[in-house]
């Protein structure tokens, strides 16, 4: 009997009260103290999913800044660029003076051993001052190698009266900027490139107003190694921030000399592109 009775009932309620004041304030409260329950219970659990999902977000949001911690230090990588289209290759030619044409000469025969009585006038072997003496015999010690026979040719004792000298010239300077595209040899900086990018690293100061804004990326500079190895024309082609595009372009001037690119043997002018990584760890 006991067991089956509900003690939160309306009905029970009523029993108790039964011939009482029901405007009594523990009426009004034991009649409303199930509403009360199920307002409570909806509330705990409201707040104790929240708090989970609080606790869950506050590990995320940390584990992700622990995730990016920075050292201030410097990372140099090395970036293969396309290099540009190529400049136009300056050809120069130099016209050779027209060949001079050799007078003929007589044809040497061997001498044949004839008895006297054999021998006419004519083929007798002539005297040297018969020879020189002939007028329709030139003297020359220019041998007609080739066998002309023409009316061409040339005296070479007039070579000789009206020869022409050709006045040397300075060489010809190559002014062109080559690209590392089309030049024979590229410059290269002492040492190689594990040689520059090592003195990079150690030359560069990371811009201290870069450091507190966490400003980091890579400075593409473009510059030209001239035939004597210095460094000139020195462009920024891309850029991150004001401070870390002035530090690359003031390292960048203060390289030492390389060793310059070659074209055809001669040193020459060539456009180089290096990018400059600035990165916090």
Avoid: C
Wanted: charged content about 25%.
């Amino acid at each position: 009997m006991a067991k089956s009775v509900d003690l939160m009932s309306q009905k029970w309620l009523d029993l108790i009260f039964e011939g009482r004041n029901q405007n009594y304030g523990a009426y009004v409260l034991r009649r409303q103290s199930s509403k009360r329950h199920l307002f409570a219970f909806v509330l705990s659990m409201t707040l104790v999913v929240a708090g989970v999902f609080l606790a869950i977000m506050v590990k995320k949001v940390n584990d992700t800044n622990t995730g990016n911690n920075y050292d201030d230090a410097l990372v140099m990588t090395k970036v293969d660029l396309t290099p540009p289209p190529p400049d136009e290759v300056i050809e120069h030619r130099v016209v050779a003076p027209p060949t001079v044409e050799l007078a003929k000469t007589i044809s040497y025969q061997a001498p044949k051993i004839e008895k006297d009585v054999l021998v006419s006038k004519e083929q007798e072997m002539k005297s040297m001052d018969e020879v020189v003496k002939a007028k329709d015999a030139i003297i020359s010690i220019i041998d007609n190698k080739d066998g002309r026979t023409d009316d061409f040719g040339v005296d070479p004792a007039d070579l000789i009266k009206h020869k022409v000298i050709i006045q040397d010239t300075e060489p010809v300077v190559d002014e062109t900027i080559y690209t590392i595209a089309i030049v024979e040899q590229a410059p290269s900086f002492p040492g190689g490139e594990s040689a520059m990018y090592e003195w990079l690293s150690k030359n560069i100061n990371y811009p201290v107003i870069a450091q507190e804004n966490n400003i980091q990326g890579r400075v593409v500079m473009q510059f030209v190694v001239g035939r004597n190895g210095e460094i000139e024309e020195v462009e920024i082609l891309r850029g991150v921030d004001s401070s870390l595009d002035q530090e690359a372009l003031r390292v960048i001037k203060a390289m030492p000399r390389w060793i310059p690119g070659k074209q055809g043997g001669n040193a020459v002018k060539v456009r180089y592109t290096l990018p400059v990584q600035f990165k916090l760890q």
